[in-house]
């Protein structure tokens, strides 16, 4: 199975939170970009975090201090953990797997609930 499969997603309260885990066994891991996207309803879907085959990590400006991405190129995962969520990171997550000039690989996502 190429696609990643997402986990972790649930329901959490303001101040709380999550990890979520990305599995991409069916694809060269290590050699593609992983990244972490979300899409609230009504709104586009936009880049969360990404840590780049090189090694480099990068965050959305909203998520920096708050999020922190990591992977593991033997188990082929990679992983968001979300501290401090707020309402406004309610969104459903998806898993990115990039690699140019291929095609993007998305996770089909889960979904993250911030409410009291």
């Known amino acids: 199975q190429v696609q990643p499969v997402e986990s972790g997603g649930g329901m959490v309260q303001p101040g709380g939170s999550l990890r979520l885990s990305c599995e991409a066994p069916?694809?060269?891991?290590?050699?593609?970009?992983m990244g972490w996207y979300r899409q609230a309803p009504g709104k586009r879907r936009e880049l969360v975090a990404v840590?780049?085959?090189?090694?480099?990590?990068h965050y959305a400006d909203s998520v920096k201090g708050r999020f922190s991405i990591s992977r593991d190129n033997d188990k082929k995962a990679v992983y968001l953990q979300m501290n401090s969520l707020n309402t406004e990171d309610t969104a459903v997550y998806f898993c990115?797997?990039?690699?140019?000039?291929?095609?993007?690989?998305w996770g089909q996502g889960t979904q993250v609930t911030v409410s009291s």
């Open positions: 990115n797997a990039n690699r140019p000039p291929y095609n993007d690989i």
């Open positions: 069916g694809i060269i891991f290590s050699l593609y970009n």
């Open positions: 840590f780049t085959s090189e090694g480099s990590t």
